[in-house]
């Protein structure tokens, strides 16, 4: 049955931030085309070899007082924790932070900041189906 993203957390080693979203990316893989200059119609193609794991996008309240987000550096453990009865599903692997957005200052609004990580395909990232 499908569910609410409320009650979804993240856990990256310094990374505590009051999240309000987190948008995961597509996992995506790329044609090669096999055609000959022989080939009529239509371009002929397979998959190729590898996959690229995707990215995924947080947006959080901004406070001045938490740790900075590091750009690049080395991968750190990442879990995503979907929303679930029993045991949640999880997506996990190793990830880098490859974009960070600090908050817009306006009078009347939020700080709302961002930051994209992308999955070095290292250690994942693998899904973990909800057990009940």
């Excluded at 310094?14 to 893989?29: A, E, K, L, P």
């Excluded at 022989?38 to 996959?51: N, P, Q, R, V, Y």
């Excluded at 550096?73 to 009865?85: K, L, M, R």
């Excluded at 200052?105 to 057990?131: H, I, K, M, R, Y």
């Amino acid at each position: 049955m499908a569910d609410t993203g409320n009650g979804a957390t993240l856990t990256r080693t310094g990374f505590v931030v009051d999240i309000r979203s987190i948008t995961i990316g597509n996992q995506t893989i790329d044609l090669l085309d096999t055609s000959l200059i022989s080939t009529t119609g239509f371009m002929e193609k397979i998959s190729a070899d590898l996959a690229d794991a995707g990215s995924f996008t947080v947006e959080y309240l901004f406070d001045a007082t938490d740790a900075d987000v590091t750009l690049g550096g080395a991968a750190v453990s990442t879990t995503i924790t979907f929303p679930g009865t029993g045991t949640p599903a999880t997506l996990a692997g190793t990830a880098i932070c490859t974009d960070k957005k600090f908050p817009d200052l306006q009078n009347n609004e939020l700080q709302v900041a961002s930051a994209t990580f992308t999955w070095d395909g290292v250690t994942g990232p693998t899904f973990t189906a909800q057990t009940a």
